[in-house]
Every structure is written in C-alpha cells, then in structure tokens.
C-alpha cells in the first residue's frame, strides 16, 4: 500500500507498506529503481509492518515487494497491471499538486 504527500522540486513523497511479520528482509522494487530488490531497502516495525518513504516525479510507476526472494504484489492496491513474466505488477500513479 502507498501513500503520497506533498515532497521538494516537483517530486512526491511516496510512503509504501507491507505487512510481514515473519519476513527476514523486505525491498520495494519497481521500474523507479531498475527491479533491484537491494536498493530500496525496508524496514520492520514492531508489529511486523514494513515501511519505505522514496521521492518520485509524477508519473506512473510498477512495483513489487520482494519478501526473503521471493515477489510479491502489493495485495491492498487494486491497479494493477500484467508484466511480462505472465504475472502481475502493482501500479502507482504519482500525481502533481
């Protein structure tokens, strides 16, 4: 799940969440980074929720989680696309204010 909130020069401050309690290790990986899960590292909070804050330009974007190797859609957000692989990716649109 994201959220977007006003951020500098023209890009938004896009907070992403996942939650897995017994994961190991969590990235968000996405087109904005290549698809390297290591990085966009997250971390863990108390009660098993991961979190990431990234700085995007408006536009739209695909993402994954990558959970201890394995991808992982983001479950909550409901846009979505097919990717080549014959999976799906989650969408993000990051919106100008």
């Known amino acids: 799940m994201q959220k ?3 951020g500098t020069k023209g890009k938004r401050r896009i907070s992403f969440s996942f939650m897995a ?7 968000i990986v996405s087109d904005f980074n290549n698809w390297q899960p290591g990085s966009h590292p997250m971390k ?6 991961w979190t990431r804050t990234v700085f995007l330009l408006p536009g ?3 993402y994954k989680f990558y ?3 394995a991808w992982r ?5 409901s846009k979505w696309c097919k990717n080549k692989y014959g ?3 989650s969408l993000i649109e990051v919106v100008s204010k």
């Open 67 to 69: 959970v201890d190797g």
């Open 73 to 77: 859609a983001d479950e909550r957000n």
């Open 21 to 27: 309690p017994r994961a190991r290790e969590v990235s």
């Open 4 to 6: 977007q909130t006003k």
């Open 60 to 62: 739209t974007y695909e």
């Open 87 to 89: 999976t799906r990716n």
């Open 44 to 49: 863990k909070g108390r009660h098993g929720q």
